[in-house]
């Protein structure tokens, strides 16, 4: 069983920073595939970014391409979210996510964070 715990999330300004973390505690992270994603209120989950397991191949939604990168630290059971440029419409409860197989696909991850809110002001 893997158990995910996310931080980093608060308020910021747009056009600024945030880095999302989100730590693993389960004895097999490095051969999981990490995902993010993110739920605004009234809209549905969106695909955000992951990345494999070994390979740290990574694939970026196109809302957040340029702006946002994923990557991990397989030493550290920690995968992590970088945002910048942050816009009004970034605002969502931010999801950490572990998966066999990588995919966009919220049912495809088996494992899921408590999620973490990420506010951005205008």
């Known amino acids: 069983h893997v158990q995910l715990v996310e931080s980093g999330g608060g308020l910021v300004q747009a056009g600024g920073s945030l880095r999302l973390s989100c730590a693993a505690s389960?004895?097999?992270?490095?051969?999981?595939?990490m995902g993010w994603f993110r739920q605004a209120p009234g809209k549905e989950r969106e695909f955000v970014a992951a990345?494999?397991?070994?390979?740290?191949?990574?694939y970026v939604g196109d809302s957040v391409k340029g702006r946002f990168t994923i990557s991990r630290d397989n030493a550290k059971n920690t995968v992590y979210l970088q945002m910048n440029s942050l816009k009004p419409e970034d605002k969502a409860v931010y999801y950490c996510a572990a998966a066999r197989i990588i995919g966009v696909g919220e049912g495809e991850y088996d494992y899921w964070g408590q999620g973490n809110q990420v506010t951005v002001s205008s």
């Open positions: 389960g004895p097999t992270f490095s051969s999981y595939a």
């Open positions: 990345i494999t397991g070994r390979s740290g191949r990574t």
